[in-house]
């Protein structure tokens, strides 16, 4: 199994709803990632999780937490969110360490439209 | 502050020919370049990366070349085929210990015209 599986692949939520992202991978890799992608622009990094543990929070709003309950999983708790949130949100994974060289595998994303 | 930069937001080359996709960057702490391909709707794909310790690397009709003393590197596809059509983004990794995360260029939307 060499892919990211990311849930669901659309969102919409209102404002005042709570919602999950949910990523999984068995690839074997110990560091896990959310990056969040507007339109026309790069992804850009939200959190970094390396052996199950939050190694990297990338000042992202407290509306957005992370969590990831095993090396295998990693959620994405959505909650008050804004319309300026809406963007496609990606889970990625590598190695640790050596990952760089081989590539961080991403998944498919899921498009979240907070209306 | 944009570390690494795409400056072409866009490129089109005709099938055959070569596709040459350049990323500059200003951070010299940098280890690991990477490029990656990207449909709509779909996740950024890993094509090649290179180490800052080398200055090609060649994957197929993919080659990536750094010049470290520019502070550049570049994509080349040849021959290019219209399956190559797609936003291509260069990505850095910062030689932090322990840190694992990437920095992203503009991306550039490369167009095969047949």
Known sequence: DTEVTQTPKHLVMGMTNKKSLKCEQHMGHRAMYWYKQKAKKPPELMFVYSYEKLSINESVPSRFSPECPNSSLLNLHLHALQ?????????????????????YTFGSGTRLTVV | DQQVKQNSPSLSVQEGRISILNCDYTNSMFDYFLWYKKYPAEGPTFLISISSIKDKNEDGRFTVFLNKSAKHLSLHIVPSQPGDSAVYFCAARPLIQGAQKLVFGQGTRLTINP
């Open chain 1, 83 to 103: 319309p300026e949130d809406s963007a496609l949100y990606l889970c990625a994974s590598s190695q640790v360490g050596t990952g760089a060289a081989y590539g």
